[in-house]
């Protein structure tokens, strides 16, 4: 899909709606209006919560040895990094105006920080307090 400048139905759309939308064109050429919200799970943090997704355990080693379940589990309650979703309306006041995530922002997290949650889209996410947030990773490998 690629993107295209927002258009007259997604400038409606936001305004009637308050969420930012764009408009796309999928593989077969047809134009459709898109969400730019990250959180499709339900969930809204309140407070000086956020929302996180995890990434995913790793299934096999780079050499290609398969991981064992048990491993899996202890490494997927272990991660560290994430992809912030959504922020309560209070999360990272005391950091400063420029210095806080934002949705979407690539974050180191505290090992076995918040609850974990299944969202209505499916996928797991965490519920954590913002002071669990050590570091933003500004670029990745």
């Known amino acids: ?3 295209a400048p927002t258009g007259a139905l997604a400038e409606a759309i936001t305004r009637a709606t308050g969420e930012e939308h764009y408009e796309a064109t999928n593989a077969k050429g047809l134009r459709v209006v898109l969400s730019k919200r990250l959180n499709n799970s339900g969930i809204e943090p309140l407070d000086l919560k956020v929302l996180v997704r995890p990434d995913t355990a790793e299934e096999k080693t780079k050499g290609g040895i398969i991981i ?3 491993t899996k ?3 997927k309650f272990a991660v560290v990094k994430a992809t912030l979703i959504e922020n309560g309306a209070n999360a990272f006041k005391e ?3 420029g210095n806080s995530p934002a949705a979407g922002s690539r974050i180191l ?3 076995y920080a918040g609850a974990r949650v299944k969202g ?3 996928q797991e996410y965490i519920l954590m307090n913002d002071e669990d947030v050590l570091a933003i990773i ?3 490998q």
């Open 1 to 3: 899909m690629t993107n």
């Open 68 to 70: 064992p379940d048990q």
């Open 73 to 75: 589990d202890r490494n």
């Open 95 to 97: 950091w400063g105006l």
């Open 109 to 111: 997290m505290a090992q």
């Open 120 to 122: 209505i889209d499916g």
């Open 138 to 140: 500004k670029e990745e």
